[in-house]
C-alpha cells in the first residue's frame, strides 16, 4: 500500500534548488517538490526513517523543518 510523506524544507528559493531536493530524496519513491509551500511530497512503498530524511536534506545544503504522513 502507497503511503505519502510530506517533509518541509527551508532554504529552498529556485528551480535548481527543488530539483536537488527531488533528486536527493527520489531514492525513496515518486517525489514533488512544491517551491511556494516548500515542501516535498514523497509517495512510497516502504517505511521512511525521519532522521535518514534530515540527513540527505541537510546533506545538500537546506534546513529539514518537519516529516508528517
Known amino acids: ?3 505519502t510523506y510530506k ?3 527551508d532554504g529552498m528559493s529556485c528551480g535548481h534548488c ?3 531536493v527531488k533528486e536527493a530524496l527520489s531514492v525513496y519513491g515518486d517525489v514533488i517538490v512544491d517551491l511556494e509551500t516548500k515542501t516535498a ?3 512510497t512503498d516502504a517505511a521512511i ?3 535518514e ?14 516529516m508528517s504522513d
Open 7 to 9: 517533509i518541509i524544507v
Open 49 to 51: 526513517d525521519a532522521n
Open 18 to 20: 527543488t530539483a536537488a
Open 1 to 3: 500500500m502507497k503511503k
Open 53 to 66: 530524511v534530515k540527513g540527505k536534506i541537510e546533506d545538500i545544503g537546506f534546513d529539514f523543518v518537519s
Open 41 to 43: 511530497t514523497v509517495t
